[in-house]
């Protein structure tokens, strides 16, 4: 059973970049054909896909947010990691990583961490 927990500063200033990792446990980011997102929710909004990247290193960025959004990996570390740059207050959310397969449902995700954009 894989288990994903993310991990990072709840607190981020404005202008900063907010920077948070994702480590996997119980399966390999490299398994083929595993795609791992990132995804947030806003308070009183809906769930917003970010980014992901795949099994083989390749990344996928929504296009609302790929001028400021990068997602990378560590695999000797089994983890991956995404960094905002330029935060907001309205990048104030809850943030998760996920794990799709052939981009199916997201069938695993973590628990989720509270990100504050505030000064």
């Known amino acids: 059973q894989v288990q994903l927990q993310e991990s990072g500063p709840g607190l981020v200033k404005p202008s900063q970049t907010l920077s948070l990792t994702c480590t996997v446990s119980g399966g390999s980011i490299t398994t083929s054909y595993y795609y791992w997102s990132w995804i947030r929710q806003p308070p009183g909004k809906g769930l917003e896909w970010m980014g992901a990247?795949?099994?083989?290193?390749?990344?996928y960025y929504s296009p609302s947010l790929k001028s400021h959004t990068s997602i990378s990996r560590d695999t000797s570390k089994n983890q991956f990691s995404l960094q905002l740059s330029s935060v907001t207050p309205e990048d104030t959310a809850v943030y998760y990583c996920?794990?799709?397969?052939?981009?199916?449902?997201?069938?695993?995700w973590g628990q989720g961490t509270q990100v504050t954009v505030s000064s």
């Open positions: 996920a794990r799709a397969y052939q981009w199916r449902a997201f069938g695993s």
């Open positions: 990247i795949a099994y083989d290193g390749s990344t």
